[in-house]
């Protein structure tokens, strides 16, 4: 190889115009690895870590406690916590709670999903259907569900009714906006298909636009979840014997931070039940993903 | 069935796209369409498949299709369009459960043109762990399945490399001389052309008017990768192009 070339203009310039006795010396740079600049930008699973930081969390703040540097009215101990929980159980309060939730998050979030997603492919079928429901759904979205809690107990009555329309009403209109965006997005050249083939139109929605808009609609389905239990908690707070919504309200009015944070953690472990519950339906119905 | 285009022309709103295309398409042969960029040959194959209507002229059938035809005309897609969530045997039996043909006879239809296609082994894979000549066999295969009477191929192979579009090239000739299939074949590539029609149909630039009909007389099976009689026909249709193609190519720096 021509030595000038590595030792660059810069160098070569005077020495060019230099006596052309004086030769450049041979300094050759030692061969380098090339540097890697590829990784990143690619979701990597390290389930652990979640876990790691939790309990992190949690030992941080039992030390803290324990050794006094947190006072116990800024954060209740959880072992503390842990104690509560298992009261709880014992007394078999905590099923009488988690029972009647549960049953008003099922019903609510099934009546207010299984709406929204008729509703959204209704939108996402038909131009009328879109043009009369989309801006109100628009109109409805931005209301804060909790507002409209009177009206439901009118509608509906004071008792699980009104519960299970507020739950119902949350996950609805989040669901429709996912749902008719996922049926949207279904590759149009696979409609063109179904219909050079002659399917009929029923046979299009059922086996190509209706798997198709499956992955979306299920990522709404989890945002319309995550919703449907915060009003699930409030529907509780602002008027229920049982639930785990009325535990934390009376736990708060009390100012019993052990059980204020059990109900909460509760609440957690619901939210991380119900996303776990989707991730699996994802793997089932969605293997065929990239 | 024959396939006949008498006078079509078209024009999205203003924009005239098509020219007085009259064309016919004999059945058992291999009509190639080519063209610059933007001519209206994907607008004229959707004419022919019946998925869009042209302005002017019309696109008759003369002769019906045979009785056991699912689906008379049917298209095989640049992008496959296969769906991801179906394997390979599901894609295929797509396409019969509409025709209410399910087990047995269903089955029988599915093993032979998953043999033909040589995709026998890979009934069950989903269409992500497929190659790209794989997925356009599995479309070739649903195509065969509902044993259309004229094929409606609109640049099937460019989306693969150069050559896995030799090797499908081959297979399409074999299932061909086996079963002679009428097919409508637009492509960009003027090897596949010369390789594959029986006639070969050079339009100009837009609005797509047809500049020259080429026959070839050769037999498919014949003709090879590489022929001096075939490079001779293509470097004739290239000439013919050649100036089309570059006014075209200018004329979308205009837009
Ligand atoms: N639905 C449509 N509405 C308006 N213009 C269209 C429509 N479809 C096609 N065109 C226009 O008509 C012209 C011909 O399109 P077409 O897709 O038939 O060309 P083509 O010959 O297949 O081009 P290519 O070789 O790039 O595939 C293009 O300029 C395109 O922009
Ligand atoms: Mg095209």
Redesign the pocket.
Known sequence: MDRSILLGPLLLRPLLLGPALIRPPLIRPPPARSHFRGGGFAPVAHRWIGAAVFVLLIALAEIGTRQGWITSLTLPRPSDVLETFGELYSSGLLWTHLSVSLMRLLVGAALGASFGVAVGVMIGLFSYVRAGLVPLTAALFPIPKIALLPLFVIWFGIDEGSKYALIAFGTFTPTVVATYGAVDNVDRSLIRMGQSFNLSWFSIVRKIVLPGAMPGILSGLRISLAIAIILLVAAEMLGAEHGIGAYILEAGSLYDLERLFAGVAILSLLGVGMSAVISLIERRLLNWRQ | MDIRLSGVSHS?DD?E?LRDISLEIPSGRIVCIV??????????LRFIGGLEQPSKGEVLQIGSPPADCLNPLTYIFQDFALLPWRSVRGNVSLVLEDHGIRGARAEAIITDVLTRTKLSDFANALPKQLSGGMKQRVAIARALAVNPAVMLMD?PLSALDSQTRELLMDDLISLWTRTPFTAVY?T?NLAEAVRLGHSIVVMSR?P?EIREVVHLDKPLDQRQYGDSDLEEQQKYLWQLMREEARAADAELVHV
């Open positions: 999205y924009f796209v063209g610059p960029s933007g001519c209206g040959k994907s607008t004229l640049e637009v960009h837009r797509g």
